[in-house]
């Protein structure tokens, strides 16, 4: 069964710089999230979307910026990066409406040095 | 501001005995409890749910039980496997579509052959 696809897989990046990671969700889920999860750590849910909409907000930084695509794919843009963004980052999709049952994709792992 | 977490980060079981993972949680106007499964290098994996208005459930091998007068979870894995061998996380769900989880702290199960 096909599965939420993210890429980079891995991205090393030098502070001050940007970030884009991608997510593209399963096919026909129209909601997409995005988690952090840092090192021992759970996962933080940062922010989601459903139908290019902003659906919900969590704890992201307000130098991170995301949108979902007329294709559902969706982008997680990180400007000015600090030592402390380094960390897995985790793309789900849901069917709607609910988005109790998230999928999650294998992540990117994102190191700032 | 309100959270979910775990009682104890590991759990040592050996082959074919059955486990039982806590979870304490604080947020009572949560609708949904739901627990993951992450393996080493993946994304968490959805294991199983629980509406709020229920205190337990079954599913292949998993039994999760609800507690709201003591705002406790647990998940019972029967017969464990080499392959339960994971960071298992509860989270919650406000109920609404898109809504991002609240995770609370992981247990690490071991398998002890």
């Known amino acids: 069964a096909a599965g939420v696809i993210q890429s980079p897989r891995h991205l090393i990046k030098e502070k001050r710089e940007t970030a884009t990671l991608k997510c593209y969700p399963i096919p026909r889920h129209d909601t997409v999230y995005w988690y952090q999860q840092g090192p021992g750590q759970d996962p933080q849910f940062l922010i989601s979307f459903y139908e290019k909409m902003q659906s919900d907000k969590g704890s992201i930084p307000d130098r991170f910026s995301a949108q979902q695509f007329s294709d559902y794919h969706s982008e997680l843009n990180m400007s000015s990066l600090e030592l402390g963004d380094s960390a897995l980052y985790f793309c789900?999709?849901?069917?709607?409406?609910?988005?109790?049952?998230?999928?999650f994709g294998p992540g990117t792992r994102l190191t700032v040095t | 501001g309100e959270s979910v977490g775990l009682h104890l980060p590991t759990l040592s079981v050996q082959e074919g005995d059955n486990s039982i993972i806590n979870c304490a949680y604080s947020?009572?106007?949560?609708?949904?409890f739901i627990w993951y499964k992450q393996e080493s290098g993946k994304g968490p994996q959805f294991i199983i749910d629980i509406r709020s208005n229920m205190d337990k459930r079954q599913g292949q091998r998993v039994t999760v039980l609800l507690n709201k007068t003591v705002k406790h979870l647990s998940l019972q894995i029967a017969a464990t496997q080499p392959g339960d061998s994971a960071v298992y996380f509860c989270a919650e769900h406000s109920g609404g579509g898109a809504d991002g989880l609240t995770f609370g702290k992981g247990t690490h199960l071991i398998i002890q052959p």
């Open positions: 947020n009572s106007a949560s609708d949904y």
């Open positions: 789900a999709s849901s069917p709607s409406p609910q988005g109790v049952e998230q999928y």
